[in-house]
């Protein structure tokens, strides 16, 4: 119905619907006040079962075939597994719930132009396949930073290793706790319920099922994002009128804006962000983080890591297409009434939970999928960050002190480290909700800030052989360092709307009154009244603009940082001591290799190949005469077979 004098009659689509108005008695024009939207009893039991089938998936893969017997069976399924489980479970690892709740929101208020990420991560994709995978794959390694003490040495492995578990902790415990939070504010859903359940039930399978556990939920959980986010899109374009009608609002909004190729790193996305800051931040995250490359190893022969990598590739791409539509769905249901604008929630990443047991309000049992969708986000990054860290602390801090632990310890040891870093991670969980309402930055701050300057460093490890110990450690401070600095002054000095290129939003039509003359009803709309904006803090005057560049590039910042500094140190004549780096840990020369199968042996107990705590060691005593022995086929003994073979307990 069309507005007289600024006011209309009536509800419209999308709008908080007029039976949660709180009615006034008969005759009388009172404040609209809509009554707080909750889950219903049927939507608990969705979430439940979703719990269930994840927990039911990791003591299968824990009891069936006699469990785990090595702990190499327990961090990389035995090496077994195909592409298309490893390939989702890729998908899965990063895709949390603050991806779930987040994506559409940032699509909401920034447009279509966040599809520019899939480009991005195919980018990444590629480059991984290429030139990482070789790698870590050829090696054999369980832990990606026994890399960096063959390279280097075990004063950089450590480093990498420390850095690594801590940020993982700290992003692992935000990621239970910031939806369990949102949910809270817009719901009521308990918040310690939430994180006690999705915590203790994630740390369940992944202690007793291990990576396959953790693979095979990843699938389950993918499917359950997806039913979430297709079943949201359907539901919201029958609202809207049709697929054509969502297109258009959202042309007719600025939303949909493709072809953004704004230079300024202060716009919070553009095409160069997310070519750039974007691809080095996934590079970062699959290319050699511990989470990611524990999940590509874990398969039968490289040519499977390469199609699992390209199976994650097409599952990123549904999800976060799908995240995208929903954002531009959402912006076509509220483009005369804004909920962050009305009030109705108080954050960004509210939008989707808000949306919906809005339109989903007569639906029981649909809003509690959408439940089931953002904690199986959660519940697939906490299950592979906890087996990473359990991984990680394994092979470089556990095997090179106690090398005579049976193959039955160490597993026990493993499964009793998960335990561990999962009661921590919901310990941290438990502490962010001192936090307040930065959990969501903190968790991109957290790992922009970490993974960045190791990527440097694996850099500098595979392609510069020029680079010494001490350049690869004063390139990963100074990386961190400066990505540190300018994520807290990012915090704290945040750009404003407009520099980040924030789209407007209307309040023009949303309800304010409700008129009740006897039975009947009517709800008023008008526009908002005009908000009183809260001026921006004060900028620092040298560098307030550095402060403003979009988070995507802190990544990027970190890592550029470490090799522009480690290639400057290893030059200084005093710091190169004149060591070559050891035979056959390069790119260039492990991808001379062939690799086609995973790498296993035929061992006996007293035929451990020099793959841990004795492989930096026995690599440096390499001789150029190992180097000419034959490769193709290789012997058994000699250097190709040594890096070929299984990494073994």
């Known amino acids: 119905m069309p507005p007289l004098g600024g006011w209309s009659w009536g509800a419209r689509p999308g709008a908080p619907p007029a039976a949660a108005a709180a009615l006034a008695p008969a005759g009388s024009l009172e404040v609209w006040v809509p009554e707080r939207l909750t889950f219903s009893l049927w939507d608990y039991g969705v979430f439940g079962l979703m719990l269930l089938i994840s927990t039911g998936i990791g003591l299968f893969h824990g009891l069936a075939k006699g469990g785990q017997k090595t702990s190499e069976d327990f961090f990389t399924g035995g090496r077994r597994m195909s592409a298309l489980p490893v390939g989702l479970s890729l998908s899965a690892s990063f895709m949390s719930a603050i991806q779930v709740l987040g994506v559409p929101a940032e699509a909401y208020r920034y447009g279509a132009k966040f599809l520019w990420m899939c480009v991005g991560q195919l980018l990444n994709t590629l480059l991984t396949a290429q030139l990482f995978l070789p790698v870590f794959y050829r090696l054999g390694l369980t832990s990606t930073y026994e890399y960096l003490e063959r390279r280097f040495s075990r004063s950089v492995r450590l480093c990498g290793t420390v850095q690594y578990v801590v940020a993982t902790m700290l992003y692992t415990g935000i990621v239970i706790y910031a ?157 005369d009434c804004d909920p962050l604008l009305a009030g109705y929630i108080s954050a960004p990443d509210q939008y989707m939970p808000y949306l919906v047991l809005d339109i989903f309000a007569t639906s029981p049992g649909v809003p509690g999928l959408f439940l089931a969708c953002a904690y199986s986000g959660t519940l697939s990054t906490a299950s592979t960050s906890i087996n990473a860290m359990a991984a990680v602390t394994v092979e470089d801090l556990v095997k090179p002190r106690l090398p005579a632990l049976s193959p039955r310890r160490l597993t026990l040891v493993s499964k009793g480290l998960s335990f561990i870093y999962g009661t921590s991670c919901i310990t941290v969980a438990a502490l962010a909700s001192l936090l307040g309402g930065g959990v969501l930055q903190g968790s991109f701050t957290v790992m922009g800030v970490i993974s960045g300057p190791l990527l440097g460093a694996f850099v500098l490890g595979m392609f510069l052989p020029m680079c010494s110990t001490a350049g690869v450690l004063g390139g990963l401070g100074a990386g961190f360092a400066l990505s540190f600095w300018v994520a807290v002054g990012g915090t704290l000095y945040p750009p404003s709307a407009a520099a980040m290129g924030v789209l407007p939003a209307s309040g023009e039509l949303c309800p304010l009154y409700n008129r009740t003359a006897g039975a009947n009803s009517t709800v008023l709309l008008g526009p908002l009244p005009t908000r009183q904006e809260t001026p921006a803090p004060a900028r620092p005057a040298i560098v307030g603009h550095f402060y403003a560049i979009s988070y995507l590039y802190y990544g990027a910042l970190g890592t550029l940082t470490t090799v522009l500094v480690g290639v400057l140190l290893s030059s200084l004549p005093g710091l190169t001591k004149g060591r070559r780096p050891p035979v056959g840990l390069l790119w260039r020369d492990i991808v001379k290799q062939t690799s086609s199968v995973s790498p296993t042996g035929t061992k006996t107990p007293g035929e451990e190949p020099p793959g841990k705590a004795e492989a930096p060691q026995a690599l440096r005593g390499r001789t150029d005469r190992e180097d000419s022995l034959p490769r193709d086929p290789p012997e058994p003994g000699t250097a190709t077979d040594l890096l070929l073979r299984e990494t073994h307990v």
Do not use: H
């Open 179 to 335: 939806p369990a939070l949102i949910l809270n504010q817009v719901t009521g859903l308990d918040i310690w319920a939430s994180l006690l359940s999705t915590g203790v039930i994630c740390t369940f399978y992944t202690t007793i099922g291990g990576m396959k556990a953790v693979i095979w939920t990843d699938v389950f959980q993918v499917v359950v994002m997806l039913s979430g986010f297709v079943a949201i899109i359907i539901r919201g374009v029958l609202l809207v009128g049709g697929p054509a009608r969502v297109l258009s609002i959202a042309a007719n909004g600025s939303r949909v804006n493709l072809g953004d190729f704004n230079p300024d790193p202060r716009s919070r996305y553009t095409v160069w962000t997310f070519l750039v800051g974007g691809t080095l931040v996934w590079l970062s995250m699959y290319g050699v983080n511990q989470a990611q490359v524990q999940r590509y190893v874990a398969c039968k022969s490289e040519r499977e890591a390469r199609v699992a990598l390209l199976v994650n590739q097409v599952g990123l791409f549904c999800i976060v297409s799908s995240a995208v539509v929903c954002g531009l769905v959402m912006f076509a249901l509220y483009k």
